[in-house]
Structures are given as structure tokens and as C-alpha cells.
């Protein structure tokens, strides 16, 4: 029996699953951490918690599995994104923070972009637009507002190619990760874009020249990695991708428009297509399988699960002190009240951008609104009203699709924490007007990267294998006296 292994190094936390030649998932482990926030709108987080995650939940599935490490044909790794990727020096050791896909301090560089670069030939380049969610724009921030650490750098790496560096000694850049960063990656020649570049003044040497397919091995397990986690030296090593890309991949996505919505910290709802300039209100890059030929557009709330958590966190201390007496989960507690509250949560309107917005509105401004309360709202209506905030953020990128040249699937594919809410996939089932399909068991992106790792060492002949992996729990219909 050949194995494989999947890690995704999520925003607050890092997951990684073994799998069988039959994607039975053998063993699982999760690590979590912080996201750190030192101002309002700035979001950024340190490489080393990637790294010890990483081998951290890579030594916990091996030892869980009990599986001979001879057995173990590869690992991929996928990651979120990673905005300004992490500023290395020569000796790849890292010289401040990664500002993550949430970071909002840009904003005087965006406007620069705007009055000095040809935003349509910016599209037609990239694919994509200029905000200050695209880490092209953050990289400008620290060349201007961080010039001890500019001066310095020799590389800007996504959270999963530097986590591969110190895994195999490395260095890669796969397709979707170039491609996410916007502003500097031409999305038709899969290359990094010389003209923008030299328009947006930021050298070409600060990217690695290697860019890889995300089924393509780009290095080996070292003989320390090898002592820390319990692989074999030599284990081969895949760069999997962009996290939201990758779990679209676990959920079966390959043809023209399946779409999937992934509901974790934030929102990122996407499809693939051959089209590459379709929208500059979504955001487009290569997709994680058939990169020089498949795009993977989406567009993003930036708080989904994270207001959920922030609800929670502020406003639920009883559901909690439950959780910690019981061991029944504080969002369970809160979904049993929401089920009691009818929709529309009593009059209630929630706009969820508690870290501003992405698509389709672009907004680093815009803020959280609550419109309506009452004497008569209970916090019961509150946590439902944001459920339906997030609900309509989706439904208002779907909108951005109807009509254009791809013909989007009727029904939405749900993964990730928001698909095991009692009732949140029902709000996004009637919000939208569209049936919703559940995986049972679902692994998210672990369970693609450990495909990912399988085709390229050769444990799996074919991507739409996984196709045979998943079962789905009952189609879940929107109500008609809503959508």
C-alpha cells in the first residue's frame, strides 16, 4: 500500500490528513494559531508558527497512522493566501511579518496605482484589478514605508513556498500563488509580467524564476526534516497551491463552471473556466490542476467565519462556559437559538465587512453595520443576522457571473466550518436561490493536496479520481416562499 499527505496552512490554523490509495483518510491533526493585529485594518502573521505547524500536524499524522514512512510516496502543501508573501534575505531568513490576504494598509499605495498605472492594461496582464487585498500593493507598502527591510530582501515567498524552502532547501513558486498576488504576473503567458514590474517599480529578481504546476515535485525531504517528523529522507515534496483553489479541487471541481463556496475565516466562492479576463471585480489566477490551461476566478467576502468567531468571542460567554462544562461546541449552542428565529432575523440586516471588503464592492474602508435593532431582537437574531450578511456577500458575487460567457452550475458545492453549521447552509440555499451540496467527511484543501501529491509521484494516475472519494449528504433545496 502507497500513501500520501496533505497539509493546508490555514490563516488560524494548519491541518494535514494520510491518506490510502483509496483517499481513506487514515489520520488527521490540526494545530492552531494567531492572526496578529497590531493596528485597525492591518492583518499579518509570522513565518516560524507556519513552519513548527507544519511539522507539527506532519509528525502527528505519520505517528497516528502507524504507517511505515517507506510507504509514504509524497506530500503536498497548500497555504493561505499570503499577500505580500514573507520578505526573505539572502540566507532565507525572514525580516518582518507577512501581510496576509486581510491586511488593509495599502491604501495610499492603491491610490498611487490608480493615478499612475493603466488599470485596463493592468487587467489584460494580470487578470485582476488593484486593491489593497492584492499583495502586489502590500509589497509597495514596505518598499515605502519599511526601507531597512527593502533593502534587504532578496525574495518575497508565498507562506507555502517558504514553508517548502524549509522542508527541501528549495525554492518554488507554483502558478496560483504567482498568479494571487496580482500586479505582476502576466495570467495569459504564466510568467512573471517584466512590464508591470518596471511600471509598478518593483524588480524582478524579488521573485523566484523557478514557477511550478501544482502536480509537480519541486524538491525532498531533508535528513533533519526527516528526524523532526518522522518521513523518510528523500520523500518528495509538492507545492500545492492557494488554499481556496486547492479545496476546490477536494470538492471535484474540473469543468467549466462547477463552482465552489469555501466558508472558513473568510469567504471565497469560485469556479473554474478557460476565460482569464472575465470580471476585474473577481479575482482570477491559475487554477491548482491544468494551470497553463484552467483559471480558478472567485470572488471573497473577507470575514465569513471570522465574524462568526468574533460573535462568539464578544458576545457569547455563556455558550462558551457551556462548552468548556459540556464539551458541546459554542456554535452548536448558538445554531440551536438561530433555528427558532424566522428569516430575516425579525427585520435585521447585517453588512459583514468588519475588515473592509473584497469583491465585488472593493472597499478597504467599508465597516460592519448592524440596521434595524429593536428592544425586541435577542442576541439569538443578532448571530442569524450575520449568518445572512455572509449569505447575501455570496449571493452578490453570484450576480457578478449571471450573464456572462460562462454558464455557472445551478447547484453551489459547500465546504469547509460554515458547512457544519444546523443552519447556516440552509440561509445560503434560500439567500441565493440555489441548491447546496455538503460533502460528508469533508477534508477541504488536506484531502486535494494529498491527491496533488499522489499524481506526482505516481499513486494516482488522474485528478477525477476523487470523483470516486466523495459522497454527498442530502441536497439541501432553498426555500420557494423565500429565494
Not at 185 to 203: C, E, H, N, Y
Amino acid at each position: 500500500m502507497r500513501y500520501t499527505i496533505g497539509v493546508d496552512i490555514g490563516t488560524q490554523g494548519t491541518k494535514a490528513v494520510l491518506i490510502d490509495q483509496a483517499g481513506k483518510v487514515l489520520s488527521h491533526c490540526y494545530q492552531g494559531y494567531d492572526v496578529e493585529t497590531p493596528q485597525p485594518s492591518w492583518a499579518q502573521q509570522s513565518a516560524e508558527p507556519w513552519f513548527d505547524a507544519t511539522i507539527e500536524t506532519i509528525k502527528g499524522v505519520v505517528n497516528n497512522s502507524r504507517v511505515n514512512a517507506a510507504d509514504i510516496r509524497g506530500i503536498a502543501i497548500s497555504g493561505l493566501y499570503g499577500g505580500s508573501g514573507i520578505p526573505v534575505d539572502k540566507d532565507i531568513k525572514p525580516l518582518s511579518p507577512c501581510l496576509i490576504w486581510m491586511d488593509r494598509r495599502a491604501e495610499k499605495e492603491v491610490k498611487w496605482v490608480e493615478e499612475n498605472i493603466d488599470l485596463e492594461e493592468l487587467f489584460q496582464i494580470t487578470g485582476n484589478h488593484v486593491n489593497s487585498y492584492f499583495g502586489f500593493t502590500k509589497i509597495l507598502w514596505i518598499k515605502n514605508n519599511l526601507p531597512h527591510v527593502w533593502k534587504k530582501i532578496r525574495y518575497f515567498l508565498p507562506p507555502v513556498s517558504y514553508v517548502i524552502y524549509k522542508l527541501t532547501n528549495e525554492i518554488a513558486v507554483d502558478y496560483s500563488s504567482a498568479g494571487n498576488i496580482g500586479g505582476v504576473f502576466d495570467i495569459r503567458t504564466k510568467k512573471w509580467s517584466a512590464v508591470m514590474q518596471d511600471k509598478l517599480g518593483i524588480p524582478n529578481h524579488l521573485f523566484p524564476e523557478r514557477l511550478v504546476e501544482c502536480t509537480e515535485i519541486v524538491g525532498r525531504i531533508t535528513p533533519d526534516i526527516a528526524a523532526l517528523t518522522g518521513l523518510k529522507e528523500g520523500t518528495s515534496v509538492v507545492c500545492g497551491g492557494v488554499d481556496a483553489a486547492v479545496a476546490t479541487v477536494g470538492a471535484g471541481v474540473f469543468d467549466e463552471g462547477d463552482n465552489v463556496a469555501m466558508m472558513g475565516t473568510s469567504m471565497c466562492w469560485g469556479f473554474v473556466t478557460q476565460t482569464p479576463n472575465l470580471s476585474a471585480k473577481l479575482v482570477s489566477m491559475p487554477y491548482t490542476v491544468k494551470s497553463k490551461k484552467m483559471i480558478y476566478t472567485f470572488g471573497g467576502a473577507a470575514t465569513a467565519g471570522a465574524v462568526l468567531r468574533w460573535f462568539r468571542d464578544t458576545f457569547a460567554e455563556f455558550e462558551l462556559q457551556q462548552e468548556n462544562m459540556t464539551n458541546v461546541n459554542a456554535y452548536g449552542l448558538l445554531d440551536q437559538k438561530a433555528l427558532e428565529i424566522g428569516p430575516g432575523s425579525n427585520g435585521l440586516m447585517v453588512l459583514p465587512y468588519f475588515m473592509g471588503e473584497r469583491s465585488p464592492i472593493w472597499d478597504a474602508k467599508a465597516r460592519g453595520t448592524i440596521i434595524g435593532l429593536s428592544l425586541s431582537h435577542t442576541k439569538a437574531h443578532i448571530y442569524k443576522a450575520f449568518m445572512e450578511g455572509v449569505a447575501y456577500a455570496l449571493r452578490h458575487n453570484i450576480e457578478l457571473v449571471e450573464g456572462t460567457k460562462v454558464k455557472l452550475n445551478k447547484e453551489i458545492i459547500l465546504v469547509g466550518g460554515g458547512a457544519k453549521s444546523l443552519v447556516w447552509p440552509q440561509i445560503f440555499a434560500d439567500v441565493t436561490g440555489r441548491p447546496i451540496k455538503i460533502i460528508k467527511n469533508d477534508v477541504e484543501a488536506p484531502l486535494a493536496d494529498a491527491l496533488l501529491a499522489g499524481i506526482a509521484t505516481g499513486v494516482f494516475e488522474d485528478e477525477k479520481i476523487i470523483l470516486k472519494w466523495l459522497t454527498f449528504k442530502d441536497t439541501i433545496y432553498p426555500n420557494e416562499l423565500i429565494s
